[in-house]
């Protein structure tokens, strides 16, 4: 694949605390040259690149990074993101209503955020490294069943990021409209290739401009 290939692929991520305007500034200007798929940024600064970068594709994030706020917080969240200008949204599930097995909770959760998106993109996070083989099977059919648009596999902030096998065992589980994100651990040129190759329609990194280009990288 061409560098131009794998970046149309990526989105481009800066999540950490301490992310300044400057930093986010750097990011969106790379994502603008490289043409990455997105930037995928706070939810505070949806608005000032907004304003800033007309047609840029902003993804932010939604109950980030642990996932257990009340739902009625993560609405809310999603409603003035998008209203700020945010195109896709990435949503964590509660961790916690999978292992108190209620999946009926996180069913309507999903659903009230895709609400809250309408046509833009939701994709939900299940955390995999927190999760036995059996609940990820379950969450995959939840995702399909709420009607959200990719599920992916990690935050970057929990124990482990993606690994191709999620990736395979999504494939075999997730409805035919749901698309798979990567995210968290992917490192290396082989690794965004070997996941693009497995299926995966997003990567989110923030070393992949390095990588690929020399640009800078601004992390997680």
Same mark, same amino acid.
């Given at each position: 694949?061409?560098?131009?290939?794998?970046?149309?692929?990526?989105?481009?991520?800066?999540?950490?605390?301490?992310?300044?305007?400057?930093?986010?500034?750097?990011?969106?200007?790379?994502?603008?040259?490289?043409?990455?798929?997105?930037?995928?940024?706070?939810?505070?600064?949806?608005?000032?690149?907004?304003?800033?970068?007309?047609?840029?594709?902003?993804?932010?994030?939604?109950?980030?990074?642990?996932?257990?706020?009340?739902?009625?917080?993560?609405?809310?969240?999603?409603?003035?993101?998008?209203?700020? $200008? *945010?195109?896709? #949204?990435?949503?964590?599930?509660?961790? !916690?209503?999978?292992?108190?097995?209620?999946? &009926?909770?996180? =069913?309507?959760?999903?659903?009230?955020?895709?609400?809250?998106?309408?046509?833009?993109?939701?994709?939900?996070?299940?955390?995999?490294?927190?999760?036995?083989?059996?609940?990820?099977?379950?969450?995959?059919?939840?995702?399909?069943?709420? $009607? *959200?648009?990719? #599920?992916?596999?990690?935050?970057?902030? !929990?124990?482990?990021?993606?690994?191709?096998? &999620?990736?395979? =065992?999504?494939?075999?589980?997730?409805?035919?409209?749901?698309?798979?994100?990567?995210?968290?651990?992917?490192?290396?040129?082989?690794?965004?290739?070997?996941?693009?190759?497995?299926?995966?329609?997003?990567?989110?990194?923030?070393?992949?401009?390095?990588?690929?280009?020399?640009?800078?990288?601004?992390?997680?």
């Amino acid at each position: 694949m061409t560098n131009e290939e794998i970046l149309g692929y990526i989105d481009h991520t800066l999540l950490r605390m301490t992310s300044s305007w400057l930093e986010i500034k750097a990011l969106c200007g790379e994502a603008v040259m490289f043409k990455t798929a997105s930037v995928c940024v706070p939810p505070s600064y949806v608005k000032p690149i907004s304003n800033e970068y007309g047609n840029l594709n902003i993804c932010t994030v939604v109950g980030f990074p642990l996932g257990y706020s009340i739902t009625a917080a993560k609405v809310l969240e999603a409603e003035m993101a998008v209203s700020g $200008g *945010a195109r896709e #949204i990435d949503m964590v599930i509660n961790i !916690g209503d999978v292992k108190n097995g209620n999946f &009926d909770y996180i =069913l309507e959760e999903i659903k009230l955020l895709k609400s809250a998106c309408g046509n833009l993109i939701l994709k939900v996070i299940i955390e995999t490294c927190f999760l036995t083989d059996e609940e990820k099977i379950r969450m995959c059919a939840i995702v399909t069943q709420a $009607g *959200a648009d990719y #599920i992916k596999t990690s935050t970057g902030f !929990g124990t482990a990021g993606a690994t191709l096998y &999620d990736i395979e =065992l999504f494939k075999k589980h997730i409805g035919p409209d749901v698309k798979i994100k990567a995210a968290g651990g992917v490192k290396t040129r082989e690794d965004l290739e070997a996941f693009i190759k497995a299926g995966v329609r997003r990567i989110g990194t923030s070393s992949a401009v390095k990588m690929l280009t020399g640009g800078c990288a601004s992390g997680y």
